[in-house]
């Protein structure tokens, strides 16, 4: 005798798991932003060196107390043994061994190494804050000039296009020191805090420009849009239409204006403490290193050799990162 077969009210749950499973995923905008980057390898590489460069600056204390090297200290005047009667390293490369592996300072005999690591976390600093600053005040400018318009957009634009046309690199150089003699003497040293929120602070007010010129055009397109005039005739007020409607639609723009801004800056910093007029002795910076290895890379190109490679390296894998970055959140425009 056969086994009574299943009902087809029975089976019919049997058969809904499979179609259930089978049936397409919806994911959100972000989620597929981030699968297109993952499968972006020059992007992932690029994210992963950009994020060791900011463990290292942030970890900079803990790797000077790990490797037994302070970014100060004058090893090679202290010890004999070290530089030779002409300031340079006895020991080849640089004085490259195995108490100091990226080698010693010329004349001063400091450990590159830690001088390296503090002047990555200097240099991070600065940009970095100026970034954030420029930034907010690219959204800011951009979004009110771009959605209010009329009058206000005029005088924001004029405003925009007379900063613009200030020579960036003459502009940093001219009022930096200015900045500086506003609140203190000029025979008197001034403080390192001071240098750096100097820094901070003319970065920012010559570095915001371009980030609003972008957003408010993008805006001007925007604020004519389906979405944003049914948002007005439903009664929303202005602050919930530039938040719940455009900012959404401006965070390409803003990431992948980020990723570019922030080396430039980096290197506009470093500039600066090349020439002097940024951050000084002793404090570490990327830029004082340059200066420092100008002088001695004929004889020695040790010296800036290490701080030259690690500028390049983390220039160019933030720029792959933000192209990758702009790829994932507009596949459109991949190369």
């Known amino acids: 005798m056969t086994s009574p077969s299943r009902s087809t009210a029975g089976s019919a749950p049997d058969d809904a798991v499979p179609a259930a499973a089978g049936a397409p995923v919806g994911r959100s905008p972000g989620q597929l932003m981030w699968r ?17 460069f900011f463990l290292v600056a942030v970890a900079a204390p803990l790797i000077s107390m790990v490797y037994g090297k302070n970014p100060t200290e004058t090893y090679g005047l202290d010890e004999t043994g070290l530089l030779n009667p002409f300031g340079y390293p006895i020991a080849p490369n640089g004085g490259i061994s195995g108490r100091f592996w990226f080698g010693i300072e010329p004349t001063l005999g400091r450990d590159v190494l830690t001088q390296l690591v503090y002047g990555i976390r200097t240099s991070l600093l600065i940009a ?16 009110t000039a771009g959605y209010l318009g009329g009058r206000t957009d005029y005088f924001l ?16 150089v001219a009022f930096t020191p200015v900045v500086y003699s506003l609140f203190v003497s000029p025979e008197k040293e001034t403080p390192t805090y001071l240098r750096v929120i100097t820094l901070i602070l003319v970065l920012w007010v010559l570095g915001w420009m371009g980030m609003a010129r972008l957003l408010r055009g993008q805006v001007l397109s925007l604020r004519e849009r389906e979405f944003v005039e049914a948002a007005k005739v439903t009664g929303a007020s202005p602050w919930r239409i530039i938040t719940k ?12 204006q980020s990723t570019l801004m922030l080396p430039t800056l980096v290197t506009a910093e470093a500039g600066l403490s090349f020439i002097g007029v940024g951050v000084v ?5 990327w830029g004082r290193m340059f200066a420092n290895g100008a002088k001695f890379y004929e004889s020695d190109v040790t010296y800036i050799f290490f701080p030259g490679l690690a500028m390049i390296i983390f220039v160019v894998a933030f720029n792959l990162l933000g192209d990758s970055v702009r790829d994932a959140f507009d596949p459109r425009t991949r190369r």
Do not use: K
């Open 36 to 52: 297109r980057f993952r499968r972006d390898r020059s992007g992932v590489i690029s994210a992963w060196i950009v994020g060791f």
């Open 281 to 285: 002795e002793p404090t570490p910076d």
């Open 157 to 172: 634009g004029r405003f925009i296009d007379l900063l613009l046309a200030f020579p960036q690199q003459l502009s940093f």
């Open 245 to 256: 409607e455009l900012l959404p639609n401006l965070w390409t723009p803003i990431l992948v």
């Open 128 to 143: 970095t804050a100026a970034t954030v600053l420029c930034v907010v005040t690219g959204i800011l400018v951009g979004v």
